[in-house]
């Protein structure tokens, strides 16, 4: 027994050695062949320096250096030094001095050295046989996955329009850090996949807006209530492009030309915000004119400043406004925000609470399906301050949303759902929701009043009832 298990712990001992020396044996030969197929071939060397002659920095020479970085080979070069990235936790590679990265490009197998012997450069050695076929393509391939890497790492910021211009123009900037994901955001889940799809072709259409000698550009209207969620998409939307955010204050445009001039100082890769048009439009409180907003919006400015821009912009109520701003072009995509239906309320309970059932769900359920309602905003506001609690918090919603519904049914507005699918209401029906207190003014003791309550309040569940329409508010024109 002694013997046979001694035999077998030799054995493997041997299997070990002889698996370690193949695959050496092996990465020996591949070398070897690779030594044999460079001798076979004239080669051609392309360099990268990183200065210029006037000793400027090269901009190619970065952009290889972030590709390099890229390739999985990198991990096969014999020394590669150890950084680490923007997070904590990333590790990021990158070859040492006079060490050698292969990549294959269109069956193309090129390499790289970083020469540091005299002054930094990148030395690309290419087959002279494969140069005419894959260079040009190679070195395009290189700026587009090198720019496609630098626009996900860098840091995305938001723009104001400050009242005076100083040397840095009418924009101040600060680094955008909004926590609001697509993920975050409770709407319907086939609304939230269409404005992905939407967004991340609009990314891919560089090619097919030039053919059209279109602008590379597309806009959205977030209409909806107060509190539903529409300046948190704009800040999902630009995280989840990774674009900067121009947020254009109106009331701080002086006129048509300035509101033309700020367009011009922006950059590409940007979401450019105008929240609550339908209130400056309504009130005029801002000193741009219809045709100032109508050249803004699809003017001969925009096809003169930087492109793949996102135009967002914001009301409560579009249908006082006047179509010549909602025309398609000038806005592209309309995505309506409503009020809290049941669905759009499990998703916030679930985020906010950590709940994916209770038992009284089955009542909110009966009581949204009774027209109450409130905005995701309140209710997410009362799951908050509840947070240790899910019964009170649901209690807590229970109660606001009856009382809601009593409000409405007192001045006569009976409660509705703005849930449903049906997006053409009529103007007034879509001003119910702020009128009947909810977010009113008056609505503020009520409210306290009843946070002081939620723990003295036992609900009896009711019967279960079917589930509740689902908005499908996204409309392209
Ligand atoms: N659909 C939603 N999903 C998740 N959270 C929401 C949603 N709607 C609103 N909230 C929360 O409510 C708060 C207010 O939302 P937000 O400012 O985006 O609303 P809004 O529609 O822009 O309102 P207003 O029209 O008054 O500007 C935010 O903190 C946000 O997290
Ligand atoms: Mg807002």
Redesign the pocket.
Known sequence: MFLLLLFLILSSFVLVRLFLYRTALIYGLKKWAHWVEDRIHVHQYLKVPELNDNSQENQFYNKVSTYLKSLPSIEDSDFTNLFSGKKSSDIVLTLDGNQTVHDVFLGARVSWKNDVVERKTFVLRIKKKDKRRVLRSYLQHIHTIADDIEQRCREVRLFINAAQADCNGRWRSVPFTHP?TLE????DSDLKNKVKSDLESFLKSKQYYNRLGRVWKRSYLLY??????????IAAMAKFLNYDVYDVDLSRVFDDSDLKMLLLQTTAKSVIVV??LDRFISERSTAVSLTGLLNFMDGIVNSCCADEKLFVF?M?NKEQIDPVILRPGRIDVHIH?PLCNFN?FK??ASSYLGLKDHKLFPQVEEIFQSGATM???EI?EIMIVNRSSPSRALKTVITALQTNGAAAAATGKVGRRLSDGSSARPAEEESVGESSGLLGKDSLPAMKELRKLYGRLRMKSSKQVGPSDQDSGLIER
Do not use: Q, R, W, Y
Request: glycine share 14%; proline share 7%.
């Open positions: 609001s975050s955001i409770a709407m909806g209530p107060s509190g539903t969620g529409k300046s948190s998409f929240e609550d914001t409560n925000f759009s998703t916030l905005s995701p905003a997410g």
